[in-house]
């Protein structure tokens, strides 16, 4: 109960932070959530041409600890938003937005970026085996034991630049290893039960040397969700995020001001 009230009062902070009084031909707010063994700054080149082109952008610190979880607190910074939203999510964190969309009232389109779109009763690490060509297993550091039976998972900070983030300047993938934040094993299991891209428009955007989720699998699920918009960024890793801000800026855009 302490820690619920704990992610409830800090949920309405941000949120009380990202709505001001906004006019009625405001552009929609973009909130972004990360995935497994990012953290919010895996954002910060998207966001610079964001607010370049005037949108105002949370981007929230995804709890990384269960789909429901995760996405309720999602949900509850959504909601203190005055504005139409447009969510965001990479890798795991597209999990999070499927779950916290379904309720909110709000959001008028999805973006996925490199991220899975489950459907009702799929879990992440599912969807990730479900065409070959993902190695994240063989990447994964020594689990972290958390109290009843739960394990935090992190990449081994050796293998994160060529598992992760291959084409991104090894400096900095240095930095992205020793910063990143790990995900429990319980939240790559949990299944969804809120499909919301089944509802609310939904783009992709994807790079086609991803080692994550399989760029099949990523196609995949775009093509059932009847995406709007598919961007495949040949050569990209699963960071595409961080090494085509650009590209996926513009696909942000593109959702933002669809009718």
Same mark, same amino acid.
């Given at each position: 109960?302490?820690n619920?009230?704990?992610?409830? +009062?800090?949920?309405?902070?941000?949120?009380?932070m990202a709505s001001?009084?906004?006019?009625?031909d405001a552009?929609?707010?973009?909130?972004l959530?990360?995935g497994?063994?990012?953290?919010?700054?895996?954002w910060?080149?998207v966001?610079?041409k964001l607010?370049?082109d005037?949108y105002?952008v949370?981007a929230?610190?995804n709890?990384l600890r /269960?789909?429901?979880s995760?996405?309720?607190y999602?949900?509850?910074?959504?909601?203190?938003?005055?504005?139409p939203?447009?969510l965001v999510?990479?890798?795991?964190?597209?999990?999070?937005i499927t779950d916290?969309?379904?309720?909110?009232?709000?959001?008028?389109?999805l973006?996925y970026?490199?991220a899975?779109a489950p459907?009702?009763g799929?879990?992440a690490a599912? +969807?990730?085996?479900?065409?070959? /060509?993902?190695t994240?297993?063989?990447?994964l550091a020594?689990?972290?034991?958390?109290?009843? /039976?739960?394990?935090d +998972?992190?990449?081994?900070q050796?293998?994160? =630049?060529?598992?992760?983030?291959a084409?991104?300047p090894?400096?900095?993938?240095r930095?992205m290893?020793?910063?990143?934040r790990?995900?429990?094993?319980?939240a790559?299991?949990?299944?969804t039960?809120?499909?919301?891209?089944?509802t609310?428009?939904a783009?992709?955007?994807?790079g086609?040397?991803?080692?994550?989720?399989p760029?099949?699998?990523?196609q995949?699920m775009a093509d059932?969700?009847k995406s709007k918009?598919?961007?495949?960024?040949? /050569?990209?890793? =699963?960071?595409?995020?961080?090494? =085509?801000?650009?590209?996926?800026?513009k696909l942000?855009e593109e959702?933002?001001t669809?009718k």
């Amino acid at each position: 109960m302490r820690n619920f009230l704990k992610i409830s +009062l800090v949920a309405g902070a941000i949120a009380a932070m990202a709505s001001p009084s906004f006019s009625a031909d405001a552009k929609p707010t973009v909130v972004l959530v990360h995935g497994a063994f990012a953290d919010a700054s895996s954002w910060n080149g998207v966001i610079k041409k964001l607010e370049k082109d005037g949108y105002p952008v949370v981007a929230i610190a995804n709890p990384l600890r /269960g789909v429901k979880s995760d996405g309720d607190y999602v949900r509850r910074v959504v909601a203190g938003v005055k504005t139409p939203v447009v969510l965001v999510g990479h890798s795991y964190g597209g999990s999070v937005i499927t779950d916290a969309a379904s309720s909110a009232t709000n959001v008028k389109s999805l973006v996925y970026v490199a991220a899975f779109a489950p459907d009702n009763g799929e879990t992440a690490a599912a +969807l990730s085996g479900k065409f070959p /060509g993902g190695t994240l297993a063989s990447a994964l550091a020594e689990p972290v034991a958390l109290d009843g /039976g739960v394990k935090d +998972l992190y990449i081994d900070q050796a293998k994160f =630049h060529d598992q992760f983030a291959a084409d991104v300047p090894k400096d900095e993938a240095r930095l992205m290893a020793a910063t990143q934040r790990p995900i429990t094993d319980a939240a790559l299991n949990e299944a969804t039960d809120k499909a919301a891209w089944k509802t609310i428009p939904a783009y992709f955007v994807y790079g086609d040397a991803d080692k994550n989720i399989p760029a099949k699998a990523l196609q995949w699920m775009a093509d059932r969700a009847k995406s709007k918009d598919t961007v495949v960024v040949h /050569g990209a890793s =699963h960071v595409v995020m961080v090494s =085509h801000p650009d590209k996926v800026a513009k696909l942000i855009e593109e959702a933002a001001t669809s009718k």
